[in-house]
Every structure is written in structure tokens, then in C-alpha cells.
């Protein structure tokens, strides 16, 4: 396994997959974003999460089950850490912010979204004693702004002119959810295969969702599929649910709950610059200055600080 040099930086291959697990996970959240509106009236928010799981849970399965088997005792022995991690971070935070959507404005949506990071902070203080740095909170402040910048188009008087609506509770309380299963991330059973623990999680997942899948096809039905329509749960299965959820555990794993949740601001600056490739939506100034500030901020709170130098024996 590839270790830091004596000068305190990152070998090329190991700065190279440090940089994946902190930018892919908010693109392809973003991506959800767009594909979620996209076929937002192909498909009931219960039987989208319910089948974007499942669907994820096959992915995972042929590659994960001997490991699965294996870990069998290690999963019941962390049997909290299974339910707590799956409800909040796959099913209550998808759920909640798909049912919010139906009745919350995308901006507000995106301005909760952003607040995980501070969530993130803010809870590792209450619940472990975990004090951020003045480097991290200057760089949270400054991403933040982006973010904000964003969310207001430039015009921050907007930002107090916001009109909320009832179901930007449901988005903030996912928002919270998601928080905390990046706090308990850090409880990551030692020796349990990752890949394997996160289909384990996504397995978790699928049986807690599946009564509300019955009771939305009991209450709403199931329209018929368009090729888009799947298309687009395909993507959120494999890309949302996979491949961001294993990059964003590994973001965790390397730099902790508070600096990987940085990246998240990284979602509307995505989010902007994908709309508008896909949905022919503009790309404005203020995307710009938004872009500038959330990586600024971004680079300076994750950034490796140099290894101080070792001092030399007297003598």
C-alpha cells in the first residue's frame, strides 16, 4: 500500500483517488437533481427510492455475497450501526428529499442541501467533542458563499425574500438525516469488506422501504415506463446509489465526516452546469463567482498542510 513521502504529500495514484472520492459523489448527486426533475411525473417519489435500491442492491450482490457471507457475525455484532447508517443515509434522506420536492422550490431545496456541511460540523461538536479548525471553518464560510451566490443568482437580498413552503421541512429534515449518517460513518466496522458492508446497507435499506413501495403503488399506481423514465432510474440506481454512496464512504474514510461533507457544496455548482447541458438552462456570471468560491473553499479546508520539518540533533 502506497504511504505519504517524508514532505507530507500524497503519492500521485493515492492524490488522484483522494481527488475522485471527494468530486464524484456531489456530480453524480447532481445528476440526480436533473434526473429526478426530469422524470419527476413518470414515477412516485416511494417507488423511485424503492426501486433505485433495489436496483442498486443487484448490482452490488453477485460481487459482494461471499464477502457478505463471511461477515455474517460482523454485521449482527454492528447491527445498530447497519439499521442507523441505512435509514438515515439512503432511505430517509432520498425519501424525504424527493416527497419535499414535490412542493418545495428547487432553490430552497438547494439552499437546505448546502447546509450539510454545517450540519456536519455542528454535530460532530455536540456528539463526539469534535472542534473544527479555523482552516476548516474559514473554508466551510467561504464554499458557503459560492453556494449562496448561487442560490441567489448574485442577488443576496433574494436570500431573505425566499417563500417557503410545507414541504421544505421534509428537505430539511432529510438534510439532517444525511448529516448524521456522515457523523456515524466514522464507526465503520473495522475489517468488514467496505464494498460488501454497503450492500449489506443498501440490503437494509430495500426491506425498510418496501412498505412504502407497496403503499405507494396501493395509493398512486404504477404508470408505464418510457424508455427515458429508464434510463433515468437506471442512472440513479447505479450512479447515485453505488458508485457516489462507496466513493463518498472512502472521501470519509480518508479525510473525516467535516471535510468530505465540503464536497457537497460542489452539488448546485454541478447541478447548474449539467442543467444547462442537459435542459438547455443558462450558465450566468454568478455560476462563475460561484464556482470560484466553493472550490477556493473547498481546496483550502481539504488541502494536505505540508509535514513540518524534523528538527535536527544537536550536536
Do not use: K
Request: with cysteine.
Amino acid at each position: 500500500m502506497a504511504t505519504p513521502s517524508s514532505r507530507g504529500s500524497l503519492p500521485q495514484s493515492t492524490a488522484t483517488l483522494a481527488l475522485l472520492a471527494v468530486m464524484l459523489p456531489p456530480l453524480l448527486w447532481a445528476g440526480n437533481f436533473v434526473v429526478g426533475r426530469a422524470i419527476r411525473h413518470d414515477i412516485t417519489p416511494g417507488a423511485l427510492v424503492f426501486i433505485r435500491h433495489l436496483l442498486a442492491l443487484l448490482c452490488l450482490l453477485p460481487f459482494c455475497w461471499r464477502h457478505m457471507r463471511r461477515d455474517a457475525g460482523a454485521y449482527w455484532r454492528h447491527r445498530w450501526f447497519l439499521l442507523r447508517t441505512s435509514l438515515t443515509g439512503m432511505v430517509l434522506f432520498n425519501l424525504l428529499i424527493y416527497l419535499g420536492l414535490q412542493s418545495t422550490a428547487a432553490t430552497n431545496a438547494l439552499l437546505f442541501n448546502s447546509a450539510i456541511p454545517v450540519l456536519i460540523a455542528l454535530l460532530a461538536l455536540v456528539f463526539f467533542r469534535e472542534r473544527t479548525s479555523a482552516r476548516h471553518l474559514l473554508g466551510l464560510g467561504v464554499s458557503l458563499c459560492g453556494v449562496l451566490a448561487i442560490v441567489s443568482r448574485g442577488e443576496w437580498q433574494a436570500l431573505v425574500q425566499l417563500q417557503f413552503s410545507h414541504g421544505d421541512l421534509l428537505v430539511l429534515t432529510g438534510v439532517a438525516s444525511f448529516a448524521l449518517y456522515s457523523i456515524w460513518l466514522r464507526d465503520f466496522p473495522a475489517g468488514v469488506h467496505r464494498i460488501s458492508l454497503v450492500c449489506m446497507q443498501m440490503l437494509v435499506a430495500t426491506v425498510l422501504l418496501l412498505p412504502v413501495f407497496v403503499w405507494s403503488l396501493a395509493t398512486q399506481g404504477f404508470a408505464p415506463w418510457s424508455g427515458a423514465t429508464a434510463l433515468g432510474v437506471a442512472y440513479v440506481a447505479v450512479g447515485s446509489s453505488v458508485v457516489a454512496t462507496l466513493f463518498y464512504a472512502a472521501a470519509v474514510r480518508r479525510f473525516g465526516p467535516v471535510q468530505a461533507g465540503l464536497s457537497i457544496h460542489l452539488t448546485p455548482l454541478f447541478g447548474a452546469f449539467m442543467s444547462a447541458l442537459f435542459l438547455g438552462e443558462r450558465v450566468y456570471r454568478y455560476h462563475w463567482l460561484g464556482m470560484l468560491l466553493i472550490l477556493g473553499g473547498l481546496a483550502y479546508a481539504t488541502w494536505p498542510r505540508r509535514a513540518a520539518p524534523a528538527p535536527e540533533n544537536a550536536g
